[in-house]
């Protein structure tokens, strides 16, 4: 039998019948390893040599309580589960224990052992899952390791570093600034990720994707019958990151009333449902995220100042793509490598003159439009080599490929020239009439091979 199998269990009980009862009952499956004590001492001294996975315990021990040996465990294994097995029948006296944290109260009768057979069923399939939930927190820790998420070497990403190492040390608010595309939530979930929250939920809500009439209700939550279509309670997002993290993005487009409950709700630490009255204590860390300057809206009167300085913690502004010239091959690498082994593309190069055409490019989607341009340039590509034909720039800015590119006047030039003859089927003299320039300036253009009427 592996170690992992093995399910450990201790069984305080001061009369030698029962004991024995119990453990010959549970011994029944082979995966138990059982631990039998008279005493609360005996069981303490055991805890730190063994840690059992489960505890059962008389209420009545000849030199203690079960309530005081109760309290004792938690302090040494509070996430270890107790129940509580006892000849008392008091209400009062289980109640109590149950409202302490004991996971379960039962007296001694006929179906006492059937009972903690099942119970302790129940109990290692909660164990189970808490264990796949931990695990899979942990592989979430991984997928956002700041080397995963952050590719580059250049100094402006090497600002970023700095700054998310020390936002994982404390639990101050933290605003990231940034153009659209350039990785905002992924820098709040690396954040959290690897904060000593990172068991505990992360919880994203944009605030552009939720239609302003509904926004307190998302935030806060509602209780039944609080408006009209609230037929069911609703817990909101700042209760689901309860103890846990709560990134809000785009924050600039809250309106000024829900700014105000806002700022109430960071302060006071607690909230009240819609329609409601009770008070929920919360304990969150707050990540928030604009594409737009904070500043400026508190200067125009779109964002409340008290609001804006409650909320600012730690500033993290993410730098386009333009400005971190270094990591732009870098990151196309990686992301080409990245689609090749999730399609099961084999190993694909990038040609210099590709490189080249990356280089000029000012990408304003950023991050993001890198990523997309260089999973089409994979799929249009020959399966061997990414070539500058198969880069395909769509820039939505109102700009045309050629404009989004860094290049020279003279370059410009001849790409002006260049997109009217295609529009005026190569009729020069026109083009020449509608530019305001010589007919002399393109033919020689074209004697120079800089341009072709083909």
């Not at 001294?45 to 203690?64: E, G």
């Not at 991984?142 to 990403?157: P, V």
């Not at 993290?245 to 009240?272: G, H, M, N, P, Y």
């Not at 700009?399 to 020239?417: C, F, G």
Request: glycine letters at 6%.
């Amino acid at each position: 039998m592996n170690e992992s199998d093995i399910y450990r269990i201790f069984i305080v009980e001061d009369d030698p019948w029962y004991g024995e009862v119990l453990k010959y009952h549970l011994s029944l499956n082979p995966n138990y390893e059982l631990h039998r004590f008279t005493t609360g001492e005996d069981c303490l001294k055991h805890i730190s040599v063994c840690q059992p996975h489960l505890i059962t315990l008389d209420y009545s021990l000849p030199d203690t309580n079960g309530a005081e040996l109760f309290r004792r465990i938690q302090e040494r294994l509070p996430d270890t589960p107790v129940i509580v097995i006892s000849g008392q029948k008091d209400v009062e006296t289980a109640v109590g224990l149950l409202q302490a944290g004991v996971y379960n109260y039962f007296v001694k009768d006929d179906r006492t052992k059937d009972l903690l057979w099942n119970a302790i069923l129940k109990i290692r399939e909660n164990q189970s899952l808490k264990q796949e939930v931990d695990q899979l927190r942990e592989e979430l820790g991984q997928k956002y390791d700041f080397n995963s998420i952050i590719k580059g070497s250049s100094q402006a990403i090497g600002k970023v570093f700095t700054l998310v190492e020390k936002a994982v040390r404390t639990n101050i608010n933290v605003s990231i600034t940034g153009e659209t595309g350039t990785g905002k939530e992924l820098v709040a979930k690396a954040i959290h990720y690897h904060s000593d929250r990172r068991k505990k939920p992360f919880v994203a809500v944009n605030m552009a994707a939720i239609p302003k009439e509904l926004a307190e209700s998302e935030l806060f939550g509602h209780e039944k019958g609080s408006f009209t279509g609230a037929i069911n309670k609703k817990i909101g997002r700042f209760e689901e990151a309860n103890k846990g993290t709560l990134f809000l993005d785009e924050i600039a487009e809250l309106d000024l009333t829900l700014q105000s409950k806002l700022l109430r709700v960071l302060q006071e630490r607690e909230l009240t449902r819609v329609g409601g009255s009770e008070k929920i204590m919360l304990d969150i860390r707050l990540v928030i995220a604009s594409h737009k300057d904070l500043l400026e809206e508190v200067r125009q009167g779109r964002f409340r100042e008290d609001l804006y300085y409650r909320i600012m913690g730690l500033p993290i502004a993410l730098p386009p793509l333009r400005e971190r010239s270094t990591d732009i091959m870098l990151l196309a690498r990686h992301f080409l490598d990245e689609f090749c082994k999730d399609n099961r593309l084999g190993t694909m190069t990038i040609l210099p003159a590709t490189t080249e055409k990356l280089m000029r490019y000012n990408f304003p989607g950023n991050v993001r439009e890198l990523k997309s341009i260089i999973q089409l340039a994979a799929v249009m590509s020959d399966g061997v080599e990414i070539r500058p034909d198969d880069l395909l720039f769509t820039s939505l800015s109102g700009t045309n490929e050629s404009m989004a590119e860094e290049m020279t006047l003279r370059d410009y030039t001849i790409q002006i020239i260049k997109s009217y003859l295609k529009k005026y089927d190569n009729n020069v003299l026109l083009v020449a009439d509608k530019l305001d320039i010589g007919k002399s300036t393109i033919y020689k253009m074209i004697q120079n091979d800089e341009l072709s009427l083909s």
